[in-house]
Nanobody, 121 residues
Framework: QVRLMESGGGLVQAGGSLRLSCVGSEDSIARYCMGWLRQAPGKERELVAHIDSSGRTTVADPVKGRFTISRDSAKKTLYLQMNSLAPEDTSMYYC???????????????WGQGIQVTVSE
């Protein structure tokens, strides 16, 4: 069973930065495709970014150039550095693990509890 726990969310003004962290159990961070997804009230969940076991990353267009996903396998931690935050980034952010063989296919079977990010005007 993979356990994931997010931290680092909160309230920030537009233009500010936050770094989300996700600590995984055992070596899940290194073995799986790891992703950050978000869901705002009344909206569908969307992929923010993912990273495969080889370190290849994919970042969604709405956050490209502003958000960076990274992983520290030794610390069993996944990160999401969010810069130039805008009110439309306000959402619940989830850390997730999945894929097959460490590759990312857009499916995630393990989820954290989620953490709120709120960006004020």
């Amino acid at each position: 069973q993979v356990r994931l726990m997010e931290s680092g969310g909160g309230l920030v003004q537009a233009g500010g930065s936050l770094r989300l962290s996700c600590v995984g159990s055992e070596d899940s961070i290194a073995r799986y495709c790891m992703g950050w997804l978000r869901q705002a009230p009344g909206k569908e969940r969307e992929l923010v970014a993912h990273i495969d076991s080889s370190g290849r990353t994919t970042v969604a267009d709405p956050v490209k150039g502003r958000f960076t996903i990274s992983r520290d396998s030794a610390k069993k931690t996944l990160y999401l550095q969010m810069n130039s935050l805008a009110p439309e980034d306000t959402s619940m952010y989830y850390c997730a693990a999945g894929g097959s063989g460490g590759f990312c296919y857009g499916d995630f079977g393990y989820w954290g509890q989620g953490i709120q990010v709120t960006v004020s005007e």
